[in-house]
């Protein structure tokens, strides 16, 4: 199947009140949610129209402690199976959203209002995830024979043990991926999951769920429990055995503080004000190309992607001109095929958030170059894609996460100034650096003070890589994706030590003796090659 290519049980339309084609769900999505049936219910809007076109019944604290209950019974089960037949689940599944992926384009696309290009993006991540954990995940459950007390006299082994029940809180941005990427290696470490989709995107983890359960997950071995964050974060929070946040830093804040009175441990990856380094000596066709996509894919609503460029003066002016045009060509629409290349942001808050950045930028003496506007005769959440200049240090564009296709560009003397500003933020998420120089743009990156650095390239190369870890620093989060640390992070390391022979107890010689002679045969270890 080609990607341009629909499955079967994708691209079907309904009729709507407001006339669209909108792509009609899969039926009974809504029956693998856990709840109690009687705690009400949220809309969920269109974003392509602003129509509501479901209700989602919510859950309480009830229905969450019955799912982590559950999730902790059919989770010991779960966890005595062998790894690699909890891999063959995921390779079933893996299978599964190649061939469903139009359905599940369709699912994205009208929860998210993402273009269908972009919502396949999250087909190919979580694919590549979930191929990644099925090959690797038997090797990196394997015990590990350390060297232990005594070499020759102590067999030390660590094994990983699985956590128990891992709550994961998933955002609106990515959310089939990102419920995805982090569920699967926490599955395949033997854990049970509880997941609290974000209120616009209940359909798509529902969605994952239901592909789950196809490729043979057992019954509450992964639930959906659908509600508001204020609602089902303390009680899940308070429930589980480890958790996992993906969002806003103030929200993430709240979740490790109540994750901190329990002594539970979390992983967090939070907001991100990526900056990108244009030298002198880039390709600046290349360049230009590269970050169009970072800035604007997903109308720039990605965690990774970059809303600071600093540019070499000797080139700021032919990159601005060059990188202007480019994003005037994006044309943004609200289609479900694959010719758009903008879709629209998520929400009314969203285009209020992205609004009011500019328009305060704007206020404070910055030039928009293009864009700088809403485009309700596309749809009613949709903006331009939008570049600005003469941003002020302090103005909340260049400080905090806008989280939308608008992005600013500062010329720099060279690469000190570069490092300095790009560095200059509370965030640290993800960077980016182009040259034609690559050992220089690699001792760069060194330098950059964030989770990940791309050479010559905004995120894709390292999120794709994903064998290696993925994550922040300062107040970009803590705990990585991806790699074995992706997976490390759902388990409990324990320490299995056997004595062969009574060494370490009394020594049946003075202790001074002893004393002297364990000092000589620690410094003769020192010497030899294996037993330091």
């Known amino acids: 199947m080609t990607v341009s290519e629909p499955t079967e049980e994708g691209t079907g339309t309904e009729g709507t009140a407001d006339g669209t084609d909108r792509p009609a769900l899969p039926a009974g999505l809504l029956d693998h949610a856990t709840t109690t049936g009687d705690e009400g219910s949220m809309p969920v809007e269109e974003p392509y129209t602003g129509t509501v076109f479901a209700e989602i019944p919510t859950c309480?604290?009830?229905?969450?402690?019955?799912?982590?209950?559950?999730?902790?019974?059919?989770?010991?089960?779960?966890?005595?199976?062998?790894?690699?037949?909890?891999?063959?689940?995921?390779?079933?599944?893996?299978?599964?959203?190649?061939?469903?992926?139009?359905?599940?384009?369709?699912?994205?696309?009208?929860?998210?209002?993402?273009?269908?290009?972009?919502?396949?993006?999250?087909?190919?991540?979580?694919?590549?995830?979930?191929?990644?954990?099925?090959?690797?995940?038997?090797?990196?459950?394997?015990?590990?024979?350390?060297?232990?007390?005594?070499?020759?006299?102590?067999?030390?082994?660590?094994?990983?043990?699985?956590?128990?029940?891992?709550?994961?809180?998933?955002?609106?941005?990515?959310?089939?991926?990102?419920a995805v990427s982090d569920a699967i290696p926490a599955l395949l470490a033997g854990n049970a999951v509880v997941c609290k989709p974000a209120e616009q995107t209940t359909h798509t983890a529902l969605y994952a769920l239901k592909l789950l359960r196809e490729a043979g997950l057992p019954e509450d071995v992964f639930q959906v429990v659908p509600g508001r964050g204020p609602d089902l974060g303390p009680p899940l929070v308070e429930r589980v055995d480890h958790v996992g946040f993906t969002g806003s830093t103030e929200a993430g804040r709240t979740v490790a503080s109540l994750a901190g009175e329990r002594l539970t441990s979390c992983s967090l990856e939070l907001g991100g004000k990526n900056a990108a380094i244009v030298r002198a000596d880039a390709d600046l066709g290349r360049t230009v190309d590269g970050l169009v996509r970072g800035c604007f894919d997903n109308a720039g609503q990605t965690c990774i992607g970059i809303e600071r460029i600093y540019v070499h003066r000797s080139v700021h002016g032919e990159f601005l001109e060059r990188f202007v045009a480019a994003a005037e060509a994006l044309e943004p629409a609200a289609t479900y095929d694959w010719d758009s290349e903008l879709g629209s942001l998520v929400s009314a808050d969203q285009l209020?958030?992205?609004?009011?950045?500019?328009?305060?930028?704007?206020?404070?003496?910055?030039?928009?170059?293009?864009?700088?506007?809403?485009?309700?005769?596309?749809?009613?959440?949709?903006?331009?894609?939008?570049?600005?200049?003469?941003?002020?240090?302090?103005?909340?564009?260049?400080?905090?996460?806008?989280?939308?296709?608008?992005?600013?560009?500062?010329?720099?003397?060279?690469?000190?100034?570069?490092?300095?500003?790009?560095?200059?933020?509370?965030?640290?998420l993800n960077a980016s650096i182009w040259t034609a120089d690559e050992p220089r743009g690699r001792e760069l990156a060194r330098?950059?003070?964030?989770?990940?650095?791309?050479?010559?390239?905004?995120?894709?190369?390292?999120?794709?890589?994903?064998?290696?870890?993925?994550?922040?620093?300062?107040?970009?989060?803590?705990?990585?994706?991806?790699?074995?640390?992706?997976?490390?992070?759902?388990t409990e390391s324990k320490t299995v030590a056997t004595q062969r022979v009574d060494a370490l107890g009394d020594p049946g010689i003075p202790f001074g003796v002893y004393a002297r002679l364990m000092a000589g045969v620690l410094k003769l270890w020192r010497r030899i090659p294996g037993l330091r």
């Open 60 to 178: 309480g604290g009830a229905a969450v402690d019955r799912a982590v209950g559950r999730a902790r019974e059919a989770g010991e089960a779960w966890a005595d199976r062998p790894a690699e037949a909890r891999a063959a689940v995921i390779e079933r599944f893996h299978d599964l959203l190649l061939d469903r992926q139009a359905e599940l384009l369709d699912v994205l696309q009208v929860e998210t209002g993402k273009a269908r290009r972009h919502a396949y993006d999250e087909v190919l991540s979580a694919a590549t995830t979930a191929r990644h954990y099925a090959v690797r995940a038997g090797g990196y459950l394997e015990p590990e024979r350390r060297r232990g007390a005594l070499p020759g006299l102590t067999r030390t082994e660590v094994f990983h043990e699985p956590k128990g029940v891992v709550g994961l809180i998933v955002p609106w941005n990515y959310p089939f991926e990102l």
């Open 447 to 490: 330098r950059i003070e964030a989770g990940t650095v791309n050479v010559n390239e905004a995120y894709v190369a390292t999120y794709a890589s994903v064998d290696a870890p993925m994550g922040g620093v300062k107040d970009s989060g803590v705990g990585r994706r991806h790699g074995e640390e992706g997976l490390y992070k759902y």
């Open 352 to 428: 209020d958030r992205v609004e009011s950045h500019v328009e305060e930028a704007r206020t404070d003496g910055a030039t928009v170059h293009c864009g700088g506007r809403a485009r309700p005769d596309v749809g009613p959440y949709v903006y331009e894609p939008t570049v600005l200049t003469g941003v002020e240090p302090d103005t909340t564009l260049c400080c905090e996460e806008t989280f939308g296709p608008v992005v600013s560009v500062y010329p720099v003397a060279g690469d000190e100034e570069a490092v300095e500003r790009a560095n200059d933020s509370r965030y640290g």
